[in-house]
């Protein structure tokens, strides 16, 4: 059992472990005959499965790695990062508004409507003969049978690819450990990274510049900033994980987890977590 707080409501809760956090087929793509594909689902797994033997070695203490060896643990914290529900509406509106600008240029007029309709169904298709009107139905009745959250799972593909990418730069890597008889509490918001400048998109947010905190656990956090790969060890003073802590419970996006509610509350007070604003 973990302790949860919840922003929206402002309670404080126990709640197991597997509740918290999971959602089955979350990238599975659905088929028009109802059926599932989950390739998606396959990769993370394998990138999940990786994790474990990572974990283990930096609560160690003393992690020895190669940076091929470290590589993995940035696939993790990429596909972390972006599978957190608010990434994923972020996505969502992305995609949705790339589409929405693409089909408004492409059924302009019935010329760009037809080239549209030929590179994407073949220009010895039907619907690239049809009128304007006619690819049009056609679009709407395509896009109510095959709902877009669909074609949004390429997107996310996409970020964690990228992500993954600008991660491997930030190589250097602290190793924050909690102050004995102490412990960090963690959020939905999964890794956080923050940019003084705060620019858009993935490359702002994963980019250079960023710093990224990754809690591991109650007992370790990850500190990864631009260079080459490094890995340092701090034990923070009580003042330090407070600093730390508070970093987190405000970039929460509504759960705030803890080992318990006494201690989670704690937190919470000295963090001074304002109310949720949706």
């Given amino acids: 059992m973990i302790a949860v707080h919840d922003r929206r409501q402002g309670t404080y809760r126990l709640q197991l472990l597997k509740d918290t956090g999971l959602e089955g087929h979350l990238y599975s793509h659905i088929l028009s005959d109802g059926s599932k594909q989950a390739p998606i689902e396959i990769m993370l797994s394998k990138i999940d499965g990786q994790f474990p033997a990572l974990s283990k070695e930096f609560h160690k203490g003393a992690p020895r790695f190669t940076p091929t060896e470290i590589e993995p643990l940035f696939a993790w914290i990429s596909a972390l990062v972006f599978r957190v529900p ?3 509406n972020f996505l969502k509106r992305l995609g949705n508004r790339a589409m929405d600008a693409q089909l408004e240029v492409a059924l302009e007029t019935e010329e760009a409507a037809q080239a549209y309709a030929s590179q994407i169904f073949g220009a010895e298709s039907e619907v690239a003969q049809q009128s304007l009107e006619g690819i049009k139905t056609f679009i709407e009745d395509l896009e109510a049978k095959y709902p877009r959250a669909n074609v949004s799972l390429h997107s996310s593909v996409k970020a964690m690819e990228q992500g993954h990418r600008l991660l491997c ?3 250097h890597i602290t ?4 102050p004995p008889g102490k412990q960090f509490v963690t959020s939905d918001r999964g890794p956080i990274a923050h940019h003084p400048k705060r620019p858009d998109g993935v490359e702002g947010y994963l980019g250079p510049g960023s710093t990224v905190l990754v809690p591991l656990s109650k007992y370790i956090t990850l500190e990864l900033i631009d260079g080459p790969f490094k890995i340092l060890h701090l034990h923070l003073s009580r003042e330090d ?15 705030v987890h803890g080992d318990s509610v006494q201690r989670l509350r704690a937190v919470i007070e000295k963090a001074k977590l304002g109310a949720f604003s949706a």
Avoid: D, E, G
């Fill in 241 to 255: 994980l407070t600093r730390i802590n508070a970093i987190v419970t405000r970039a929460s996006l509504r759960f």
């Fill in 175 to 178: 190793v924050l450990h909690a």
């Fill in 169 to 171: 730069n930030k190589a």
């Fill in 86 to 88: 608010a990434m994923q």
